[in-house]
């Protein structure tokens, strides 16, 4: 089955801590994005990647950090800085062209006490 | 800087009712938008999208959106919900020759049975 993986599902961490969301597609797609989903505000575009070992700041890449080293996978880290980390995280991948739009994981809620 | 507006935050329809849900962006450019969809507990899902041509444009589950360039608009219609509707609709545009897309803040339908 061709898919996005993102893992884990939910996540727990104490303030001050880095944490690292995965998102691992096997869907064969040139370009990755983690979006950030908060209620009322829609998704908001964190970091993009669209070759290897290449990527670009979204609209509010502050306190995050990004790496693509392989084609497959595109690790999200939210650091200590990120103000207000609690949010459900997305992980999408688009094909070359991308005429067929984006395709979603299932996410990662993300709660920090 | 570019930006979607989906008006209706909350809807709330009966079986059989007819839907509309407005969506507009600002951007003067060539764009390419989309509706997708967000099931409860599920992923985002693509409803619909134009990228050229008929500027109304049909998608899954018998919805359709009107490409009104003058009104920079993408309204999602639907003739009769069903109470398996009930989910959250984005809108979202990419500029042409850009990868990334920019969401609405999403919209809550719910359908009574």
């Known amino acids: 089955d061709g898919g996005i993986t993102q893992s884990p599902k939910y996540l727990f961490r104490k303030e001050g801590q880095n944490v690292t969301l995965s998102c691992e597609q096997n869907l064969n797609h040139d370009a990755m994005y983690w979006y950030r989903q908060d209620p009322g505000q829609g998704l908001r575009l964190i970091y993009y990647s669209q070759i290897v070992n290449d990527f670009q700041k979204g609209d509010i890449a502050e306190g995050y950090s990004v790496s693509r080293e392989k084609k497959e996978s595109f690790p999200l880290t939210v650091t200590s800085a990120q103000k207000n980390p609690t949010a459900f995280y997305l992980c999408?991948?688009?094909?070359?062209?991308?005429?067929?739009?984006?395709?979603f994981g299932s996410g990662t809620r993300l709660t920090v006490v | 800087a570019q930006s979607v507006s989906q008006h209706n935050h909350h809807v709330i329809l009966s079986e059989a009712a007819s839907l509309e849900l407005g969506c507009n962006y600002s951007?003067?450019?060539?764009?390419?938008l989309f509706w997708y969809v967000q099931y409860p507990g599920q992923h985002l899902q693509l409803l619909l999208k134009y990228f050229s041509g008929d500027p109304l444009v049909k998608g899954i589950k018998g919805f359709e959106a009107e490409f009104i360039k003058s009104k920079f608009s993408f309204n999602l219609r639907k003739p009769s919900v069903q109470w398996s509707d009930t989910a959250e609709y984005f809108c979202?545009?990419?500029?042409?020759?850009?990868?990334?897309?920019?969401f609405g803040t999403g919209t809550r339908l719910k359908v009574l049975a």
């Open positions: 999408a991948t688009r094909r070359r062209g991308g005429e067929d739009g984006y395709t």
């Open positions: 979202a545009v990419s500029t042409s020759g850009t990868y990334k897309y920019i």
């Open positions: 951007y003067g450019g060539t764009v390419n």
